[in-house]
Nanobody, 114 residues
Framework: VQLQASGGGSVQAGGSLRLSCKTS????????MAWYRQDPGKQRELVAH???????NYTDSVKGRFTVSRDNTRNMLYLQMNSLKPEDTAVYYC?????????WGKGTQVTVSS
């Protein structure tokens, strides 16, 4: 299983970014997917989750600003991030499980300046 996140960058507060996660090695359409983030010195936290049936949920701090989506035809996961805040600064990771094992992609850095 391979997960590769991309799309991070540096933006000013109020800006937007769209993260993408390219997947391989799984039957993507059958798997729930998630985005996590981690700031140095802090625990990794769940940001957004999407089921195989496209049901979504979000951590409270990003509700109304972030949107997780998936394209099962392209095996791609996305995270649209709007109205970014400095506290959104972190490395963002895509995540899934298969056969009881966890898989993490290499992260992509998001930096939001005030």
């Amino acid at each position: 299983v391979q997960l590769q996140a991309s799309g991070g960058g540096s933006v000013q507060a109020g800006g937007s970014l769209r993260l993408s996660c390219k997947t391989s090695g799984i039957n993507f359409r059958l798997h729930a997917m998630a985005w996590y983030r981690q700031d140095p010195g802090k625990q990794r936290e769940l940001v957004a989750h999407i089921t195989s049936g496209h049901n979504t949920n979000y951590t409270d701090s990003v509700k109304g600003r972030f949107t997780v989506s998936r394209d099962n035809t392209r095996n791609m996961l996305y995270l649209q991030m709007n109205s970014l805040k400095p506290e959104d600064t972190a490395v963002y990771y895509c995540y899934t499980t298969r056969a009881g094992m966890s898989f993490w992609g290499k992260g992509t850095q998001v930096t939001v300046s005030s």
